[in-house]
């Protein structure tokens, strides 16, 4: 059988065996701790889930959902923005139900992008972005991030040639994976500059509430509060715990959000509808569930950074996210997959190989903060006792 060429761009080799070496590991008894994915152990705020729970007693609920019949939702997401940002927006034409942020950044190049087509790109950065550019037949310019400048792409280094053929500027702070954070002033020059060169901005937001010290982080809209070049795409997942559920919108220009719309039309129609009735519930319910659930990370976050300088490891204390971003110890000669695979092989403690997020991630692996405090430094003990047998 033959298959589209193009498949072989989306395959993910670091994470394959890192799910190989997992099930290694589960068949050789230990008893894996992963924190190699970032999905939340938390539940979801109570009243969410009853009111799911309403919508799946309710018969008139269980038929498909046409965008007309989300309006609730969308005024649910737009009195979000304004009471978080200050922003008006409106529900009809510049907001968009999906299925989690990770719908949006790998469907809006399908309507942005034509074969051939530039979009830049942060490396490292979340793999849906790459693959939503592969799938749109355009073509990758990496910006290298690195520790010395804050982990934010440096844009005015682009070479002129690239500028030319660019369409798509993707961006997403905090940082999956190095936790970074970025200025409401560097988003507004990046607006500026995308503004300059006829470049449409995409910011993945998914972690806006997780800023576990410093300041709330900015929404681009903030920069481009007249709408002009920016989307931006908002998750339920992180800060609402729903993870499983799929649901998060899109948010800003409005030919971007139709355009949008009309490339999944052509796929899906929308979630069940009580899933929409939970996440607008979670929207308009009392929001001191949101700061409990970040103060348990931020408690996790200085527990394990704590517990891996007694192990030898200095790892900085990220300002934001539910990850820990760690160069490998400087006794590893090896790269981030090997240092991965014998670990959940040899412990059962799975991290995340820096490589599976661009080249420019490799020398670093990612801790996903989602096991409790204790299990936390249980798994940190034993990554100590395989640095103590491999280095």
């Known amino acids: ?89 409106d529900p009809e034409t510049e907001i968009l139900p999906l299925i ?23 490396d490292p950065g979340y793999p849906s972005h790459e693959g939503g550019v592969h799938l749109a037949g355009g073509q990758i310019y990496p910006l290298a991030l690195r520790p010395e400048t804050g982990y934010l792409p440096q844009l005015e280094q682009i070479p002129e040639e690239v500028l030319e053929r660019s369409r798509l500027l993707v961006l997403s702070y905090p940082h999956n994976p190095t936790a970074a954070t970025a200025t409401l002033a560097y988003f507004e020059r990046a607006v500026a500059f995308c503004r300059a060169h006829d470049i449409v ?26 709408r002009a070049v920016a989307i931006e795409f908002f998750s339920l997942s992180k800060s609402f715990h729903m993870g499983g559920f799929r649901i998060g919108f899109a948010v800003g220009n409005r030919d971007l959000v139709a355009a949008l719309r009309q490339v999944k039309a052509s796929i899906d129609f929308n979630q069940y509808r009580g899933i929409l009735d939970g996440a607008e519930a979670a929207l308009r319910g009392p929001q001191d569930y949101v700061r409990e659930a970040v103060a348990v990370f931020r408690a996790r976050r200085d527990r394990a950074v704590a517990a891996l300088a007694q192990a030898g490891w200095q790892v900085p204390a990220p300002e934001a996210t539910m990850y820990l971003w760690a160069a490998l110890p400087e006794c590893w000669r090896g790269s981030s997959a090997e240092f991965c695979i014998r670990l959940v092989e040899q412990t059962g403690v799975a991290l995340a190989p820096g490589s ?36």
């Open 1 to 89: 059988m033959r298959l589209a060429t193009r498949l072989e761009k989306l395959q993910s080799n670091v994470f394959s065996l890192m799910d190989e070496a997992k099930a290694r590991a589960r068949r050789a008894g230990l008893e894996v701790v992963d924190l190699s994915l970032g999905s939340s152990d938390l539940s979801p705020p109570a009243h969410a889930l009853e009111r799911i729970r309403e919508s799946i007693l309710d018969p008139t609920s269980h038929g498909y959902l046409l965008f007309q019949g989300t309006r609730s939702f969308r005024e649910a997401c737009a009195a979000w923005y304004e009471r978080r940002y200050g922003l008006a927006l």
């Open 100 to 122: 989690g942020s990770q719908e949006g950044t790998a469907h809006i190049p399908l309507a942005v992008l034509d074969p051939g087509d530039v979009a830049l790109l942060t």
């Open 201 to 226: 901005l995409v910011h993945d937001f998914p972690y806006a509430d997780f800023h576990l010290s410093g300041e709330q982080p900015p929404s681009i809209l903030q920069a481009d509060r007249e």
């Open 356 to 391: 599976g997020f661009g080249s420019s991630g490799e020398g670093y692996v990612r801790f996903a903060l989602v096991r409790s405090e204790d299990m936390l430094e249980r798994a940190i003990a034993q990554i100590a006792g395989f640095l103590q047998r491999s280095c």
